[in-house]
């Protein structure tokens, strides 16, 4: 919790466009597995009026380190 390691932008992370069907989303949390995979937990609405409730993914991050998150997971089965 370091504020030196924190960083905002102008922009939103995750915006409601990010990833189709997902509407509204919310606060997250990233979580780390046993096997060194990060996942991101987050608020969202499946559809514009569907009722909120709970997702979760894998996280990815592209060379910088910038959270990449709209990457959903038919491209990471082809991995």
Known sequence: MNPANWRKNN???MPSAS????????HNFYLTDENGL???????????RG????AARRA??????ESMLDVTESPELSE
Do not use: C, K, M, N
């Open 11 to 13: 922009y939103p992370l």
């Open 19 to 26: 990833v189709p069907g997902e509407y509204g989303t919310g």
């Open 38 to 48: 990060v996942w991101i937990f987050y608020h969202v609405r499946r559809g514009l």
């Open 51 to 54: 009722p909120r409730s709970s």
């Open 60 to 65: 990815h991050f592209d060379i910088d380190g």
